[in-house]
């Protein structure tokens, strides 16, 4: 059977050799082409919590208000050749470069022993726009590059209204745009969850989502995203 798949890998790579994710040059192995590669930026340091670059080991805004989730994690900081994946996977109709990139995520953010895979659901318009909800396909990636497939629940949080988009708000205004708008719809209570999402920004997406999920009773909540944005 693993002779017969890896036969069957190696004729879909000569039939469609694997490219880039961000460029689209062939290469050989991996994700990226070595010059994408070494144009990846990482996170720089920051609250240990919102993940947000800065000298504290806990942000202010953490300190006075602290968020739903643990903490934020990302592959790496949005921008150059981190962005083209991204937007190739959210606007260029590239959802099989999902997997790959989850698994280049669960290379950078380990998953936690026993904890399950949860994704933030794409509102139903913008799902049905695209065809696919890149972030679930993301979490489907980062779980099986995990060995964690049984541990991957789908459908586990849903949105309960359609929220407009986020960009162009102030992060305040985004916390409001989102808040109630999530639900857990399976039994999560005394779970350790792994939250997914593409890119997280001011966290107020993650943090209405975070909440949901305590509020059904997750024991923690960790998000992990491809990006992060500022
Ligand atoms: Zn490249
Ligand atoms: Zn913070």
Redesign the pocket.
Known sequence: MRLLRSTARALLDLVYPPR?A??S?PIASGL??E??AGALEPVPPGCARCGLPGPDPVCGACLAAPPSYDRIRAGGLFGG?LADAVHGLKYGGRAAQARPLGAWLAARAPLPPGAVVISIPLGRGRRIARGYDQAALLADGLARAAGARRRRLRGALVRTRETPPQVGRSREERLRNVAGAFAARRAIAGLDVVLVDDVVTTGATAEAAARALRRAGARSVEVVALARAD
């Open positions: 880039c961000a460029c040059e990226f082409c010059t994408c050749p």
